[in-house]
């Protein structure tokens, strides 16, 4: 079974180039916490878990590869393909298909390095929706998370994650940490008024233009 699910991702992934997107929607936390709070939220290690979403409604080809490709995301066999293509899948990531079309780069989309599964799940749903031509919408089949992932009520990307629990500094001069509920963007700045500059660099990382959203997350005044 493992072999089937290798052979099939090996197929798909070499037309997915295009596909791995930071996009998105979902809500900011209320205000920023502090690092002690942050650390206690976020998820430690690099190990991923795929939760396979309701898969009743897509055709029986369909559903077949939809999970192959899904549970293989984890696979460390299939990881080195998508690093060869100068991707590094991390969590939080979805995937879309078109419920009654086989598994294609134009019926499917998957988005990685979101800051929750609602945005992640906002991603693949948007970019699958915009392949083709052909009406109908996707439809969400799994998610990429953290290992042992249970809700909360902050999170980060698993590079903002990582950026953070490494590079935060010890000093006592202001740090912040801003990111981007809608998109994977994040900026780490220390210094007096660096929360200003924090939130000015994250927000043109975004790309959103006059829509960008940036918060401060995390905040050591």
């Known amino acids: 079974m493992r ?3 290798s052979v099939i991702t090996a197929g798909i992934a070499a037309g997915l180039a295009g596909l ?21 939220q976020l998820f430690k290690g690099d190990r991923l878990a795929v939760e396979l979403l309701d898969l009743s409604g ?38 879309a298909v078109k419920p009654d079309r086989p598994l294609s780069p134009e019926s499917m989309a ?22 083709g031509e052909e009406e109908g919408e996707c439809v969400p ?12 009520d902050f999170t980060l990307s698993q590079a903002a994650t990582e950026a953070f629990r490494s590079s935060w500094g010890r000093s ?5 940490l801003a990111y981007s509920p809608s998109t994977g963007a994040f900026v780490i700045a ?14 043109e990382q975004t790309g959103l233009g006059d829509s960008a959203d940036c918060v401060i997350g995390i905040a050591q005044e």
Request: glycine share 6%; hydrophobic share 45%.
């Open 110 to 131: 998957i988005s990685n390095n979101l800051h929750s599964p609602e945005a992640a799940e906002a991603a693949a749903m948007q970019a699958c929706n915009a392949l």
């Open 141 to 152: 089949v799994a998610l990429i998370l953290p290992r042992r992932y249970k809700a909360r």
């Open 172 to 176: 006592d001069a202001p740090q912040y």
């Open 58 to 95: 897509l055709a029986p080809t369909t559903r077949a590869q939809a999970e192959a490709v899904a549970t293989s995301l984890t696979d460390p066999e299939i990881a080195a393909q998508w690093a060869a293509m100068g991707f590094s899948m991390g969590y939080y990531g979805a995937m």
């Open 190 to 203: 220390r210094g007096p008024g660096s929360d200003a500059a924090a939130l000015a660099s994250c927000n």
């Open 20 to 40: 791995l997107l930071v996009a998105g929607a979902t809500a900011a936390a209320s205000g920023p916490l502090t690092p002690r709070q942050a650390k206690k």
């Open 3 to 5: 072999r089937s699910v």
